[in-house]
Every structure is written in C-alpha cells, then in structure tokens.
C-alpha cells in the first residue's frame, strides 16, 4: 500500500485567491475542447527571455494551478490557451500534473502572455 | 549593414512593410510590455512593432583570414544576420508561404552579389540559419533566418 491513503481531489476547495479561468484545447484543426475552472490560482509571474541568433524575445509569463476536476478527462499541454475574467490569454508552454498520493490535484501550467 | 537594408528594401516583398519595418538593430530585441494593471507598464524601446519585421545585425565576430586578402589590403569577413520575424500566434500554417518567399527572395538576391556603394566589398556569402526556430513558434512567433557573410578588402591605417 503506498503512503497516502486520503482523497485529496477537493483540496482545492481551499484555496485562497481563486479566479474564474477558461480553457481552450486545441486538438486538431477542427476540434477545440474547452472547460472552465472557478478555482484556478494565478501564481508567481515573470519575466523571460527567449533568443534566436541575436534577437531576444522577452515575455510575461504567468503560473497557473488549476484543479485537475475541473480540468475533467482532458489534459493541459503546449500551445493550449487559457483566457482570464480580463480576456488576457495565456498560452501554455509547458503543462504538469501535480498528485499526491493516488488524488489529482491540480495541473501547473507555465505559460505566455499572448498578444 | 545599411546597403542589405537598401537591397532589402528595394524588394518590396509582400507583406513587409519596407520603408518602416527593415530595420538595423545592434541586438533586436522584441519585448512584451503589457502587464497587469497593477504593475506599472515597462518602456524599453525600441520593441519591434508592429510586425511582421526583418532585422538586419551584427552576429558573432569577424573573421580574419591572415593568407587572404592582397598585397596592400586585408581581407575581414563581416557575419550579418538576417532576421525575418513576425507574430503567428502557434498557427502551423498561416503566413507560410510568404515566409519561405522572403527567405528565397533575400538569398538570390544577395548570395554571391557584391554592395552596390560600397566599395571594399567583394563578396556577399549567404548562409542559411534555421528555417523555423520551434521554441519561438511555442511562444507564438514566427523567427527564420540568413547569415551574410560580407567580405571586404581593406586598405591599412
């Protein structure tokens, strides 16, 4: 039997400075598969560069927790967008699926602003 | 640097806007300002905007060759990139076309010319660099590139 033995899948039922975040999953040309998640924590922002020869890129990038329920059966990865209760969208650069124990807890999702 | 801009220029090529968006840059640099509003706006101008841009700089260092050049001048290969950068939003197909027209535009127009107005130059080299840079595209720009190698003769001091 492993270590942890509790259902932890609400946990997010307790966090503190939750907002209101929409996702948009590209799967193919033609299919999108959305959800919204009312518990989503807007984590530590930064700022990043990214370069290609000479020339810098250097971006706003945003930590997002989102509760794996609310993310259903569907899986966050790159190029996914997330849109905020501003209309910022935010697209992923690189996706998590953080557990403990055999619960879900959230999905931690680096991701860009997009202009 | 500034007769590529000129050739470049010249081309007109669809979609760039030429007299405007050709640009000579040290080290381009191409900065998201918006933050939340409740941090105050970051100003490092010049950002590139708007786009689609092509960037013409210095990359790398020169090369000198001590068994070139000719009894009275020296002989210094200039690296220039040639930058052809625009926002494509992860779109895999947008604007693909266009992009590879201005890559094989700029390489026959340049490969193996000589600069008009500027007289030490025997020689404009191209190089390829990456066609698509795939970590730009995750962020959501499109980045491809040429390399010039410019070769000049130079008279001494």
């Known amino acids: 039997m492993t270590g942890h033995q509790g259902n932890y899948s609400n946990d997010h039922l307790w966090w503190d400075n939750v907002e209101t975040l929409t996702g948009s999953l590209k799967r193919n040309n033609a299919s999108t598969v959305t959800f919204t998640s009312n518990y989503s924590f807007r984590g530590d922002m930064s700022r990043n560069a990214q370069t290609y020869l000479s020339l810098v890129v250097s971006d706003v990038e945003q930590l997002w927790s989102i509760p794996a329920s609310e993310v259903g059966d569907n899986e966050l990865m790159e190029t996914d967008e997330l849109t905020d209760t501003d209309g910022d969208v935010w697209v992923i650069d690189q996706a998590t699926l953080v557990t403990l124990g055999t619960s879900k807890l959230f999905w931690l999702a680096a991701t860009h602003k997009k202009r | ?157």
């Open chain 2, 1 to 157: 640097m500034e007769a590529i801009q000129t050739i470049i220029k010249a081309l007109n090529l669809t979609g760039i806007d030429s007299t405007n968006n050709v640009l000579i840059r040290k080290v381009p640099r191409d900065i998201e300002k918006d933050m939340p509003p409740s941090v105050p706006a970051v100003d490092l101008t010049p950002a590139i905007t708007p786009l689609p841009a092509i960037l013409i700089a210095p990359i790398g260092a020169e090369q000198s060759d001590p068994v070139a050049g000719t009894l009275y001048r020296d002989q210094i290969n200039y690296p220039i990139q040639i930058l052809f950068y625009d926002q494509d939003n992860n779109d895999q197909e947008l604007n693909a076309d266009r992009y590879y027209l201005w890559r094989e535009t700029v390489r026959r127009k340049l490969n193996n010319s000589r600069l008009s107005g500027v007289s030490e130059v025997v020689r404009v080299r191209i190089e390829p660099a990456e066609i698509v840079n795939p970590a730009l595209w995750l962020k959501g720009r499109f980045a491809g590139g040429l390399k010039a190698i410019v070769t000049s003769r130079e008279s001494r001091l």
